[in-house]
């Protein structure tokens, strides 16, 4: 089945710092992946929507200069954090969107999901 | 605004009772309703509805969708403690190029001994 695999499952880092996640699509090509996060006890917000070589889609209010997103290939796509404070402390996950035949149930696959906890 | 709204928040019910939950939406270009189980780490598949008025089965949990309603129920029959989790309903909604999920706020379900 398809498999997403998200590093790091969980990160501590010190305010001002940035934080890189990756989620890399294992057996099959991820021709879309989005990015969520989730606070405790909440749903999963949708962050970014991010196609393989071009720009992500930010959803509105989030800053797009704050949390980076690279998607080069079409097994990789990483959030970059960047000079983070404790408020960006939260649950990410990404998921992964294949074609169709591609192996993907019903073609979103999530990672695991990485704990971010900003000191 | 597209949004999926789940009902109740949170739920407790000792084990083997029965137990709905339910999740209405208001999107556009609607395509597909999945459910998901969310214990301590990402979410994992339940279901995927489609049509209207077709249940779905696995085990003891079932689920069917109303497009008259735009609702869907999830029910989980003689429950158990491993059925405690957040579950979660989220919709497609978008063209076959750029579907993406809206979640609901999920409902946390707690089953006691």
């Known amino acids: 089945g398809a498999v997403v695999s998200q590093h790091p499952s969980w990160v501590i880092c010190k305010s001002g710092t940035s934080v890189k996640i990756e989620c890399r699509s294992l057996d099959f090509q991820a021709t879309t992946m989005f990015w969520y996060r989730q606070f405790p006890k909440q749903s999963l917000m949708l962050m970014a929507t991010s196609n393989e070589g071009s720009k992500a889609t930010y959803e509105q209010g989030v800053e797009k200069d704050k949390f980076l997103i690279n998607h080069a290939s079409l097994t990789l796509s990483t959030l970059t954090v960047t000079s983070a404070h404790p408020e960006d402390s939260s649950f990410y996950i990404c998921?992964?969107?294949?074609?169709?035949?591609?192996?993907?149930?019903?073609?979103?696959?999530f990672g695991s999901g990485t704990r971010l906890t900003v000191v | 605004e597209d949004k999926v709204v789940q009902s109740p928040l949170s739920l407790v019910v000792h084990e083997g009772d029965t137990v709905t939950l339910n999740c209405s939406y208001e999107?556009?270009?609607?395509?597909?309703l999945l459910w998901y189980k969310q214990e301590k780490k990402a979410p994992t598949f339940l279901f995927m509805l489609?049509?209207?008025?077709i249940e779905k089965k696995s085990g003891r949990l079932s689920s069917i969708l109303d497009k008259k309603e735009l609702s869907s129920i999830l029910n989980i029959t003689a429950t158990q403690t491993g059925d405690s989790a957040i579950y979660l309903c989220?919709?497609?909604?978008?063209?076959?190029?750029?579907?993406?999920?809206?979640f609901g706020q999920g409902t946390t379900l707690q089953v006691k001994p």
């Open positions: 989220a919709v497609i909604h978008g063209s076959s190029n750029t579907g993406k999920l809206i």
């Open positions: 999107v556009t270009n609607f395509r597909s």
């Open positions: 998921s992964a969107r294949s074609w169709p035949g591609q192996g993907a149930l019903y073609g979103y696959t």
């Open positions: 489609t049509s209207s008025g």
